[in-house]
């Protein structure tokens, strides 16, 4: 397993931009599966997006496409999420999530290493 550290959450008005970023140390050669996960208050975690590997098409849910952009070095294990035209409901806390190999589940059961998470807060 790897250790993921997000950082790049914080609070933005509705419409804004943020950019959260993932690093990885530890077993840190090979390629990772890596994906972005959220969980609002009260409610289950969630894909966001993920790319199984460079190059690979990146998959986002119906709730972010179009806004949202993920990208990355799997061979760095390092991840980033673009997030744009922000609304409310994406408050939440982010999670980078990894899985060794090329296969890019949906599930947070497919993926072993997790980070501690940060905060988006979007304001109206």
């Known amino acids: 397993q790897v250790q993921l550290v997000e950082s790049g959450g914080g609070v933005v008005q509705a419409g804004g931009s943020l950019r959260l970023s993932c690093v990885a140390s530890g077993r840190t050669f090979g390629n990772y599966a890596m994906a972005w996960f959220r969980q609002a208050p009260g409610k289950e975690r969630e894909f966001v997006a993920g790319i199984a590997r460079i190059g690979a098409r990146a998959v986002y849910a119906d709730s972010v496409k179009g806004r949202f952009t993920i990208s990355g070095d799997n061979a760095k294990i390092m991840v980033y999420l673009q997030m744009n035209s922000l609304k409310p409901e994406d408050t939440a806390a982010y999670y980078c999530?990894?899985?060794?190999?090329?296969?890019?589940?949906?599930?947070?059961?497919?993926?072993?290493?997790w980070g501690q998470g940060t905060q988006v807060t979007v304001s109206s």
């Open positions: 999530a990894a899985q060794p190999g090329i296969y890019l589940g949906t599930d947070e059961t497919d993926f072993g290493s």
